[in-house]
């Protein structure tokens, strides 16, 4: 079962990512838009680990909503609310259990990228984030062991988004230029799923 630790380490280590590739996430966005996906991300973490080392929400929800929270008040980009949804949604369908299953984190992430699919009108294929996220959250299983393979999923996700033209967010501005470059928010959240592996394989060698 995952408690209220995990989800604050799971977080952490996302920031630690962001902070790590901010440079490629911001020269991949430079390439297909303005240049700030990296400070975007970077600023937001920040701001999600401030909040962490500050408050000591309770329950997995609880940490995931003040999480999102932080990223919509932080990060001026499309990827701020996009992100902020996606945490929120996920922390809210999760309740107030104080431990969650693998299953049913699952089943709470495929709600939260619905709630950014409806928020920002792309679908599968768009070159958005979305092309990682939503194979990700379909490998998911009923154990942490799929965790992995919804990595693998994402990283080839956001592989996949190189040949795409973006239909959505600011890329689209640029039709068939947009063509060759990989999407940086699908970049992004191959970062955020990574996390979650790593987070059960850091406890792993931990314990
Ligand atoms: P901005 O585009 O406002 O500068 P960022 O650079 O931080 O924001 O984030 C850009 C990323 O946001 C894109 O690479 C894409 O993955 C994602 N994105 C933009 N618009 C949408 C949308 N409508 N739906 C899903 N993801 C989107
Ligand atoms: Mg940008």
């Known amino acids: 079962m995952l408690d209220a630790d995990f989800f604050r380490r799971w977080l952490l280590t996302v920031a630690a990512a962001v902070d790590r590739e901010a440079d490629r996430l911001t020269e991949l ?93 792309a679908k599968a294929g768009d070159k958005t984030m979305l092309d990682a996220l939503e194979p990700a959250v379909a490998a998911l299983g009923d154990t942490t062991d799929s965790f992995a393979v919804a990595r693998a999923a994402a990283d080839q996700g956001a592989l996949a988004t190189v040949p795409l033209q973006a239909r959505k967010g600011r890329a689209s501005y640029l039709g068939e230029r947009s063509i060759g470059h990989q999407d940086p928010g699908a970049t992004s959240s191959a970062l955020i799923v990574a996390a979650l592996t790593e987070t059960v394989e850091a406890a792993e060698v931990d314990s």
Do not use: M
């Open 29 to 121: 966005d430079s390439a297909i838009g303005d240049a700030d996906h990296g400070i975007n991300l970077r600023r937001g973490f920040t701001a999600v680990t401030a909040a962490l080392e500050k408050e000591t929400p309770a329950t997995p929800g609880a940490v995931l909503v003040l999480a999102g929270r932080q990223l919509i008040s932080s990060v001026g980009g499309a990827s701020g609310p996009l992100y902020g949804t996606l945490l929120r949604r996920t922390g809210k369908a999760l309740g107030d259990d104080a431990e969650v299953s693998a299953a049913q984190l699952a089943d709470a992430l495929r709600t939260g990228v619905a709630a950014v699919a409806q928020l920002g009108g």
